[in-house]
Each structure stands twice: as C-alpha cells, then as structure tokens.
C-alpha cells in the first residue's frame, strides 16, 4: 500500500488548527471501539470525534495511548450531554478520567436541547472550561439559529466550531453562511447519511465515482473537503476505514461539486431536528 494519506487542516478562529478528516464514533460498540479506533489511528486518521453519549471514551483514550503516536498529533474532540448542561466542569473532568487526558481538543456542547432551556448555562461552562485547561478550543452541535445567536449574544463568544448535520442531501445553506459571517467552522455530522435516504445510491455520486474509479462514499467526502468543511465518517469495517480516509485522494472538479450542491433537498434532514428537543 502506498503511504497512508495525511488530511489537510482548517484554521479554526481561535488560532488552532483542525483536521478536516477524522474517525466518527456514534454508534461504535465500546467493545470494539477500542480496535476500530486503533485501526483508524494506524491507517493515518489523526481526528477523533468522540462524546460521552456514545459510552466509549475508555476505549478511544486506551486506542490512542496503545498507538503511539503523541498526543499532540492527534485532535481529539468530545461532547457535553444534555443531562450536565448545569455540570459541565464535572461532566469534562470525568470524560477526560475515562479517555486518560489532561484536556481535549475541542469540547461541544451535544444539542442545545432548547425545551430545557439550559444552553446558555451549558456554554458558559464550556467557556470556563476552557479558561481552566480543560479544553484548547470550544464550540457548540446542533444549536438552530435562533439559540446559536442568543448564546453568542449572552457571552460575547463566538463558537469556534458548529458540529451539525449535512450532507449531499441535506445541504444547511443558511447555517453555513451564517457560520462564514461569524467565522465559525462547519463540521458535518452524518456525511455519508448515516447509511439512510440512499445516499450513496444517489445517481450523480455513482456516476462520479464510477468515472474516477471512486466510491459513492468517498466521492461524498471530496464534496465536504471541496466546501472547506470538517467530517468523520463512521465505520466499523476495517476496509472501509481505509476507503475513507482514502477520499483525500480525489480533488472534485467544480463541475462536479456543483452537481453535488443540486443534490440538496428540502426534507433531506435524516436525523433529528436540534429544533424539537
Ligand atoms: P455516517 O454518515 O458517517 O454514516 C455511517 C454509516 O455509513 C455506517 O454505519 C455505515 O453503515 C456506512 N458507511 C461508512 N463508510 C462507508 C463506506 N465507505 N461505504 C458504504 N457505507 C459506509 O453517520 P454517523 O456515524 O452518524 O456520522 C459520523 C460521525 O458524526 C459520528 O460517528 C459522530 O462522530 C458524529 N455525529 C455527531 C452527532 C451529533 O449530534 N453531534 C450526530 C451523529 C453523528
């Protein structure tokens, strides 16, 4: 095999970097997370996208000591529940216990869960988290616009990273111009659909991919690095682990992006709606 691809960084607004590509852990059994992600830090994956809703920090943290590869080479990122958004020193400190870290990458707050009405509590302490050590940079996932101004507009800071749906079918123009206003990164969850809506069946991807020699799945990836956004996919097969990162190989023309951006459907969301929780 030729040399494992190395995915580009983004400048995030508070000075830092991230890897536009790294491995998703949604849904990753902590019994095998631990050998997946493993997997992925020795294909070349140096991004972890993990939360303490999905139960396999333990496992991620033991992957990456066991790699050895430094710390300082990989981002780890993990999440807030909504459960602690009156805790969130407590809830960082005990997820850092669980991955062995002195502090993360980047800290999210998982849903602005807006019927609870804590958000703006919840991000103030992942401002204070982050002015403790705890965390290098801080942001929010799946805040609509309305909660995502008003916790800006009661802090005075600006995410530096808004973690939301999207993809070919689900598009989020709206949010992401707001975030190129703001200078926030947008980072895609679900970038392959989350295997729902046929998504990598879509016509215009096979199409593509069959011309390039390409997947569905990877033609999918080039399209969120062409937009300049951050993913990570999710899987558990160790061929297609490698298949992923492998999308960093195919650079999209803009005729062939702009076949993708026609994708974008009106009712293409898949998963919930940060609206209604
Ligand atoms: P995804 O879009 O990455 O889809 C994952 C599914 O796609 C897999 O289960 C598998 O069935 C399929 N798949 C993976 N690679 C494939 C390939 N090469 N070819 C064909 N099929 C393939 O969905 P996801 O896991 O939900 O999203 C990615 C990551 O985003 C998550 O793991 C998690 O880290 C994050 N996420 C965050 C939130 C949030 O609320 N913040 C929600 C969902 C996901």
Known sequence: MTSAPVAPSVPLPDGRRIPQLGYGLFLVDPDVAYET???ALKAGY???DAATRYENEEAVGAA???SGIPREEVFVTTKLWTDRHED???A?????TRLGLDEVDLYLTHWAAPSQGLYVQAWRGIIAAREDGLTRSIGVCNHPLPQ?????AATDVVPSVHQIELHPYFQQKELRAVHAELGIVTESWGPLGQGKQGLLEDP????IAEARGATPAQVALAWQRAHGLVTFPKSVTPS???ENLASLQIQLTADEVAQIDGLDRPDGRGGSDPADR
């Open 204 to 207: 215009v991807l096979v199409r």
């Open 92 to 96: 960082l400190e005990e997820s850092l």
């Open 148 to 152: 995502l101004r008003e916790i800006i």
């Open 88 to 90: 969130v020193r407590g």
């Open 240 to 242: 297609r682990i490698v």
């Open 46 to 48: 140096r991004h972890l």
């Open 37 to 39: 992600t493993l997997q």
């Open 64 to 66: 990456l000591r066991d």
